[in-house]
């Protein structure tokens, strides 16, 4: 599985950042202060599955925690995890935010293999994108029906990088001031293989802490190109009953895919 590879870490100032306490890996925390908030996505979960009739303490397997962000939002609810984070360095720093609490592998999402354990399987942050070729991507699916309770739901959510071509790849530019008052500026550049059916997307990150002090770090995520068409055959194919797109966390109602994501909500 193709997991986020740091290829540069340097420093344009004298002085190296000083990364809020509980922080120590540049990349981790510039790749955390980006990313999409955990309460929004653990609502829309807890929507669709009160929408299915799922209700009480929920068992919740998340194949790509991430840093465990998200977890923290899941466990607040009553619910019951098991989450796995294939890439090392997001592993590690799940970990040491539960301290031992929460148990955390590296199992990878077509290596899943349980039956029957829970009543909703979650795949987010792009984790299909990352395994290479159709057929683990298609046994990513199988297997988290598998591991599904009659009735259970897989979330599932992934760049839209066909629309992102559609679009000519254009460069995204942002800049987020965190809690700390670290500044956190990201330039993201895409650039395809179609032959190979692979985004290579680089994230450019300058962080610069209270004092002026600045570091740069780049991140590098090989991203297969996955479509919906794809995703509906290996849905069909593995036997989810019922299946719905959603343009967006907070979107009203599910409808077509028709921007930069791919939400799916698929019940067994």
Do not use: K
């Not at 899941?74 to 720093?93: I, K």
Request: glycine residues 8%; neutral net charge; hydrophobic residues 40%.
């Amino acid at each position: 599985m193709s997991v986020p590879v740091v290829v540069r870490e340097r420093s344009p100032s004298r002085e190296s950042v000083q990364l809020p306490p509980g922080h120590a890996d540049l990349a981790v925390f510039a790749l955390e202060a980006t990313g999409e908030p955990p309460e929004g996505v653990v609502a829309f979960l807890a929507d669709r599955a009160r929408g299915a009739g799922l209700a009480g303490d929920l068992d919740v397997c998340d194949l790509a925690c991430g840093t465990g962000r998200r977890l923290a939002c899941m466990q607040q609810r009553g619910w019951r995890v098991r989450a796995a984070e294939p890439d090392r360095r997001l592993r590690m720093a799940a970990r040491g935010r539960f301290s031992g609490d929460l148990l955390i592998d590296g199992t990878r999402p077509d290596h899943l293999d349980v039956r029957a354990a829970f009543d909703l399987v979650l795949a987010w942050d792009g984790a299909l994108a990352y395994l290479p070729g159709v057929g683990s991507r298609m046994t990513a699916v199988r297997r988290a029906l598998r591991a599904l309770r009659p009735g259970g739901l897989f979330v599932l959510e992934l760049p839209h990088l066909l629309w992102n071509l559609s679009q000519g790849l254009p460069p995204v530019v942002d800049t987020v001031t965190t809690p700390s008052g670290h500044e956190v500026h990201r330039v993201r550049r895409d650039a395809v293989d179609l032959d190979g059916s692979v985004v290579t997307r680089r994230d450019h990150y300058t962080v610069r802490d209270p004092t002026g002090a600045a570091e740069e770090v780049e991140l590098v995520h090989r991203l297969s190109i996955v479509t919906t068409q794809e995703l509906a055959h290996a849905l069909q194919q593995a036997g989810f009953s019922a299946v719905e797109t959603w343009s967006a966390p907070d979107a009203d109602a599910p409808g077509p895919v028709e921007g930069p994501r791919i939400i799916v909500v698929a019940r067994r």
